[in-house]
T-cell receptor
Framework: GIQVEQSPPDLILQEGANSTLRCNFS?????LQWFHQNPWGQLINLFY???GTKQNGRLSATTVATERYSLLYISSSQTTDSGVYFC???????????FGEGTQLTVNP | EAGVAQSPRYKIIEKRQSVAFWCNPI?????LYWYQQILGQGPKLLIQ????????DSQLPKDRFSAERLKGVDSTLKIQPAKLEDSAVYLC???????????FGSGTRLTVV
C-alpha cells in the first residue's frame, strides 16, 4: 500500500514563530488532506489539496504531486495551534485514506 | 451544513463485553468510513461503505468486529467480545468524493478494562 511519512515527529515553538511541516508519499495520489487533531481528539480538516497551493488565514499548504510531497506552513503560531497535524492521502478516488503518523506541535506562550 | 454525528463520546467496558457505536454522516455523502485510532498513532481504516454496500473491509477483525449501514445513511460498528487492545478512538467519516475530501466526526473513545 501507499506509504506516508511526516516530519518532524515533534516540534516545539514559541508563540509567534513560523513553522513548516512536511509530508512525503510513495505513489501518485488522487487526494491529499491536512488535518489538525485537537486535544479533544477531533480531526479538523485544514486543507483538501491534491495539488497546488491554498491559504487560509495564518495557514497555507502546497502540494507538489509530481515530486510526491506536501508542505503545511503555520505563520505567527498561537497556543491554540497546538495538537497533532496529520497528512492523509487517497491513491485513487474511492479508495482508503491513508494517514501518516503525525507531527506533534506544541506552541508555548 | 451539519457535521458527522457520533455517539457515545466515551465508553468504558470490561473485556469480553460487547459495545456498539453509532454514526450519522453528512446528508448526501454516499461514502462512510470507520477508522480506529490507537493512542499515538494515525487513524487506520476498518471499513468503508458506498451507500449501504461494503467497499473495503480488509482490515476489519471480522471475528469480533461487525458493521452495517442501513438504508445507506446511519451506520453502527459493533465489537463482540471486546479485548484490551481494542481500547482506542473510533472515528466515523463521510465524503463527497472529488469535491471536498473527508469530514470526521468527534469520535468515540473506548476504554476496555
Amino acid at each position: 500500500g501507499i506509504q506516508v511519512e511526516q516530519s518532524p515527529p515533534d516540534l516545539i515553538l514559541q508563540e509567534g514563530a513560523n513553522s513548516t511541516l512536511r509530508c512525503n508519499f510513495s505513489d501518485s495520489v488522487n487526494n491529499l488532506q491536512w488535518f489538525h487533531q485537537n486535544p479533544w481528539g477531533q480531526l479538523i480538516n485544514l486543507f483538501y489539496i491534491p495539488s497546488g497551493t491554498k491559504q487560509n488565514g495564518r495557514l497555507s499548504a502546497t502540494t507538489v504531486a509530481t515530486e510526491r510531497y506536501s508542505l503545511l506552513y503555520i505563520s505567527s503560531s498561537q497556543t491554540t495551534d497546538s495538537g497533532v497535524y496529520f497528512c492523509a492521502v487517497e491513491k485513487t478516488s474511492g479508495s482508503r485514506l491513508t494517514f501518516g503518523e503525525g507531527t506533534q506541535l506544541t506552541v508555548n506562550p | 451544513e451539519a457535521g458527522v454525528a457520533q455517539s457515545p463520546r466515551y465508553k468504558i467496558i470490561e473485556k469480553r463485553q460487547s459495545v456498539a457505536f453509532w454514526c450519522n454522516p453528512i446528508s448526501g455523502h454516499a461514502t462512510l468510513y470507520w477508522y480506529q485510532q490507537i493512542l499515538g498513532q494515525g487513524p487506520k481504516l476498518l471499513i468503508q461503505f458506498q451507500n449501504n454496500g461494503v467497499v473495503d473491509d480488509s482490515q476489519l477483525p471480522k471475528d469480533r468486529f461487525s458493521a452495517e449501514r442501513l438504508k445507506g445513511v446511519d451506520s453502527t460498528l459493533k465489537i463482540q467480545p471486546a479485548k484490551l487492545e481494542d481500547s482506542a478512538v473510533y472515528l466515523c467519516a463521510s465524503s463527497l468524493q472529488r469535491v471536498s475530501g473527508y469530514t470526521f466526526g468527534s469520535g468515540t473513545r473506548l476504554t476496555v478494562v
